[in-house]
């Protein structure tokens, strides 16, 4: 959805007739903290499609506008070892794919985003590099450190803040332990170069297999200093709640078995719906207002069970050849914005990195909160996945009558600027003596902020 749409839904209005219900009560407790240190929202960012396409450097400066707007703070991001490596210990640190490599380091070092770079592995024909087959060989450490020392010390990444071995390794690789032995090798490659006091390893990685995780914990807490799974999630488990249950659940196996986790962070690799999926290349209601609904209901309880990072599976369409996960289109259907930027955008935008995320109890089995402070400056962001409107009344610690910005999403539209950005509808005071009121639509999403 792109251009400006209002309706009249949106016209200001904080207060209550008298046949409308009371509101929901929520306390923000100081005490009550589900996150310290959050890392960000953000999105897979791939380069592997972009010469696919064709996208020129006019076309990728819309990219990258629409990346400076999110002020994207992490990005996951895609690297194969046969980009650079030309077998028998040769590389071209110049190919095509590192440029374009380059070309996306850049931009994410320039607004001082957080990238997880991936090698997404060595043992399927598609990703091989020269004379390489296995994950546990240790020639593929070798390969990984030696383009990792180009990357960060040669070039100056230092965005490149961790590393990831092998996207999905349960299905890219199969074998745990196979993929343990090639996690090791790196660990020690890593530590000979002194990448080790730059980079943090990050994994399992894992998507449908939780038992990756916890052997993770048991045997490789010594050598992974973030913890990092995928979730396809289902809105029968997302829209009662449920999806902050299974969050939760894995990071507390971490902290009750790694004596160290809560030094570590625990990010969501990758985050979409698994509902009306054809993986991996689409899902039907990318394109739909609920597919930004659902996702923004992820958001809130991803975090609220302790994620430090959330990264959307995908930035833009761009990114793989015919897929269609992306926050807009590829080039050949005009890169057009879809619904669900809205909503993703904001949160990348105005839940900063460096954010305490207060743990607020959900005032309904349909509604959701978030609340999220950087220093002085708050967001608040209310999902209502109801049929109804609903108000919440919200006490929250803080001093003054600050100008807060007010977003909202609705079914039935949402105001956006002339390149596509969220507007937002007015500011209101937030008076943080007595209870904020904040309505959402229904199937809606509202967001408060102060933040600049």
Partial sequence: MHGILIWTALAPALTLSATEPEPLPVTVAPEAIAVEGFIGYGAEWDPRGYDLYGVTDAEFAVVRERVEWMRLPVARMMMLAKWCYLGEGQYDWNTREMQLLYRQLDVCQALGSTV??????????????????????????????????????AKGYSCI??????????????????????????????????????????GPDHSNADDWLFKAVDQLKDVLGAFDVHRYASDKDVAPGKLEDYFANQWHYAR???PVANGKKFIVGEA?????????????????????????????????????????????????????????????????LRPWFFPWAL???????????????????????????????????????????????????????????????APDGFLTGDKGFPQPVDEVGLDFSKPILIDSPGHGVTLLTTME
């Fill in 116 to 153: 997880l770079l991936t090698d997404w592995g060595c043992e399927r024909e598609w990703v091989r590099p020269p004379g390489i087959e296995k994950t546990d060989d240790p020639r593929y450490a070798e390969v990984i450190a030696t383009y990792m020392d180009h990357l960060v010390n």
């Fill in 161 to 202: 803040r961790y590393f990831i071995l092998v996207n999905e390794p349960n299905y890219e690789i199969g074998d745990f332990e196979r993929w343990a032995g090639g996690l090791r090798n790196l660990a020690a490659a890593f530590s000979q170069r002194g990448l080790d006091k730059q980079l943090t390893i990050a």
């Fill in 256 to 258: 009750q078995n790694d």
């Fill in 272 to 336: 979409g719906m698994n509902d009306y999926a054809s993986h991996p290349a689409s899902n039907a209601k990318i394109g739909t207002h609920y597919y930004g609904e659902f996702m923004a209901d992820f958001a809130v309880q991803a975090v609220q069970a302790g994620s430090h990072a959330v990264c959307a599976w995908q930035l833009d369409d761009n990114s793989h050849l015919d897929f269609a996960w992306g926050l807009w289109s590829n080039k050949t259907q005009g890169m057009i």
């Fill in 347 to 409: 949160l990348a935008r105005y839940v900063p990195p460096g954010a305490t995320i207060y743990r607020v109890a959900d005032p309904a089995p349909w509604v959701r909160v978030l609340a999220a402070r950087k220093d002085s400056g708050w967001t608040f962001c209310l999902v209502n996945r109801g049929d109804d409107g609903v108000q919440i009344a919200l006490s929250a610690p803080g001093e003054g009558t600050p100008a807060a910005r007010r977003y909202v999403y």
